[in-house]
């Protein structure tokens, strides 16, 4: 996929302008990608997209409650600060970031914001940066955006396929199993595009599983794989995780290999590093299962395969946070975690076109992007001198309720029309099987 689709191919019109306001083009980004799925799934049965929708998806932690509560999405360690000589994003969601953190500035474990701030201050950008990175933690300077780099970026392809092998033969897909979503009686008449697909889910936070979400949504079975001594923040696997099982297993186990080798899909959205550590690169494997689509998400790009990141730490280290900044010197932020959502949707309409071609030509095939890439793209995208007027939306018309494990959610709806979702499923509640 070199590129988003044109307005010409997914209908778009100004009069269906997604509102995210921003002085980027976040609503045309998202717009683009969610249709990139539309298209790619051929949902031709499928009415218009609905922009509201869309804004409403790309900003579901605003709509996400459990038990009629809204969830705290940020931690006090997760923000920008503002050292002697300019500003620093931190990611401290996960508590062993914050510890980290913590440890890197020399301040107890819980410290407040007044301790951040007043440690930031005393210090320069650099000194912050690395002394936080060399502790295990996640931070970046603010930057202002670098039009070479981008365009660099934007000469590759936005979402990289490739073949790595081609000794598998074609596999026709497989007759559709139980699937995790359901159709409404508007897409009764069609088939899952992904009926019979079997997805191993390893990611984390919002653009792997918005993609393993949407693979769900149009019949794939997702099993999520989480380590075991990790867990995940309960709304943020609730908001994300709908129609898939969820498992805890040691990724090196003899019951992954089991997994791995009847499954057609796996979603990797854990640091390259790390994956080649545990024989999980796309090239090991590869080599070990042939026939697999092997997706692959990460922060910052294949380059640099040891960095961890975050949608706001690109958004920061990018240029877009001094873009959206209100006055160009307090960093500013975009609408939702739009590079987040965008890729999420771009690899998941990417599996639809890479599904239909191992059909025909066999193979065992690679799919690449990262939030950096989608950022370079959103840069080079046409902007305005200021964000549009935010655009009031009925939430109930764009949520789904559900009951789990006792509790009552609301969540965002699906963006394709004619589909909902499955409900979510406890967290590493299945079991580790197909």
Same mark, same amino acid.
């Given at each position: 996929?070199? &590129?988003?689709?044109?307005?010409?191919?997914? *209908?778009?019109?100004?009069?269906?302008?997604?509102?995210?306001?921003?002085?980027?083009?976040?609503?045309?980004?998202?717009?683009?990608?969610?249709? &990139?799925?539309?298209?790619?799934?051929?949902?031709?049965?499928?009415?218009?997209?609905?922009?509201? $929708?869309?804004?409403?998806?790309?900003?579901?932690?605003? =709509?996400?409650?459990?038990?009629?509560?809204?969830?705290?999405?940020?931690?006090?360690? &997760? *923000?920008?600060?503002?050292?002697?000589?300019?500003?620093?994003? @931190?990611? *401290?969601?996960?508590?062993?970031?914050?510890?980290? =953190?913590?440890?890197?500035?020399?301040?107890?474990?819980?410290?407040?914001?007044?301790?951040?701030?007043?440690?930031?201050? %005393?210090?320069?950008?650099? +000194?912050?940066?690395?002394?936080?990175?060399?502790?295990?933690?996640?931070?970046?300077?603010?930057?202002? !955006?670098?039009?070479?780099?981008?365009?660099?970026?934007?000469?590759?392809?936005?979402?990289?396929?490739?073949?790595?092998?081609?000794?598998?033969? %074609?596999?026709?897909?497989?007759?559709?199993?139980?699937?995790?979503?359901?159709? @409404?009686?508007?897409?009764?008449?069609?088939?899952?595009?992904?009926?019979?697909?079997?997805?191993? /889910?390893?990611?984390?936070?919002?653009?792997?599983?918005?993609?393993?979400?949407? =693979?769900?949504?149009?019949?794939?079975?997702?099993? $999520?794989? /989480?380590?075991?001594?990790?867990? +995940?923040?309960?709304?943020?696997?609730? /908001?994300?995780?709908? *129609?898939?099982?969820?498992?805890?297993?040691?990724?090196?186990?003899?019951?992954? @290999?089991?997994?791995?080798?009847?499954?057609?899909?796996?979603?990797?959205?854990?640091?390259?590093?790390?994956?080649?550590?545990?024989?999980?690169?796309?090239?090991?494997?590869?080599?070990?299962?042939?026939?697999?689509?092997?997706?692959?998400?990460?922060?910052?790009?294949?380059?640099?395969?040891?960095?961890?990141?975050?949608?706001? =730490?690109?958004?920061? !280290?990018?240029?877009?946070?001094?873009? +959206?900044?209100?006055?160009?010197?307090?960093?500013?932020?975009?609408?939702?975690?739009?590079?987040?959502?965008?890729?999420?949707?771009?690899?998941?309409?990417?599996?639809?076109?890479?599904?239909?071609?191992?059909?025909?030509?066999?193979? @065992?095939?690679?799919?690449? %992007?990262?939030?950096?890439?989608?950022?370079?793209?959103?840069?080079?995208?046409?902007?305005?001198?200021?964000?549009?007027?935010? $655009?009031?939306?009925?939430? &109930?018309?764009?949520?789904?309720?559900?009951?789990?494990?006792?509790?009552?959610?609301?969540?965002?709806?699906?963006?394709?029309?004619?589909?909902?979702?499955?409900?979510?499923?406890?967290?590493? $509640? /299945?079991?580790?099987?197909?």
């Amino acid at each position: 996929m070199d &590129s988003l689709p044109t307005s010409a191919e997914t *209908g778009a019109s100004p009069r269906r302008i997604v509102p995210l306001p921003s002085r980027l083009a976040t609503g045309d980004l998202a717009w683009a990608s969610v249709a &990139s799925v539309w298209l790619g799934a051929g949902i031709s049965h499928a009415p218009q997209l609905d922009p509201d $929708r869309i804004a409403m998806a790309y900003r579901s932690d605003g =709509l996400f409650r459990i038990d009629g509560e809204q969830p705290s999405v940020w931690s006090p360690f &997760s *923000g920008f600060w503002q050292t002697k000589n300019g500003w620093v994003r @931190t990611h *401290g969601n996960y508590p062993h970031h914050a510890r980290a =953190l913590c440890r890197g500035l020399d301040l107890p474990e819980g410290a407040s914001v007044a301790d951040l701030r007043a440690t930031f201050a %005393t210090a320069s950008v650099q +000194e912050s940066v690395e002394r936080i990175t060399r502790a295990g933690g996640l931070a970046v300077a603010v930057a202002r !955006e670098n039009p070479q780099y981008d365009a660099a970026l934007r000469s590759r392809p936005l979402v990289e396929i490739r073949r790595i092998g081609n000794e598998a033969p %074609t596999r026709p897909k497989a007759p559709s199993r139980p699937r995790a979503s359901r159709l @409404t009686s508007e897409a009764a008449a069609q088939a899952a595009p992904l009926g019979g697909i079997r997805v191993l /889910d390893l990611t984390r936070v919002i653009a792997g599983p918005v993609c393993t979400r949407t =693979l769900a949504l149009l019949g794939a079975d997702v099993l $999520r794989i /989480d380590p075991p001594h990790i867990p +995940e923040p309960e709304w943020q696997h609730l /908001d994300t995780g709908h *129609g898939k099982r969820t498992t805890l297993l040691d990724a090196r186990s003899e019951q992954m @290999t089991a997994l791995l080798e009847q499954a057609d899909i796996v979603v990797l959205g854990y640091r390259p590093a790390a994956l080649a550590r545990l024989g999980l690169s796309p090239g090991q494997l590869g080599e070990r299962y042939p026939g697999l689509i092997i997706v692959q998400l990460s922060a910052w790009g294949l380059d640099q395969p040891d960095r961890a990141g975050f949608d706001s =730490l690109v958004q920061a !280290e990018s240029g877009i946070a001094l873009i +959206e900044s209100a006055d160009g010197e307090v960093p500013g932020a975009l609408p939702a975690q739009a590079l987040d959502h965008s890729a999420g949707y771009l690899l998941a309409a990417a599996v639809c076109a890479v599904v239909d071609r191992r059909v025909r030509e066999g193979g @065992t095939w690679h799919i690449a %992007t990262s939030l950096r890439r989608v950022a370079a793209e959103l840069l080079g995208m046409p902007r305005r001198d200021a964000p549009e007027p935010e $655009r009031e939306i009925d939430p &109930s018309m764009h949520t789904q309720n559900f009951s789990v494990d006792g509790h009552a959610l609301i969540t965002a709806a699906p963006v394709l029309p004619g589909f909902s979702f499955a409900p979510p499923r406890p967290w590493g $509640r /299945d079991a580790p099987q197909w």
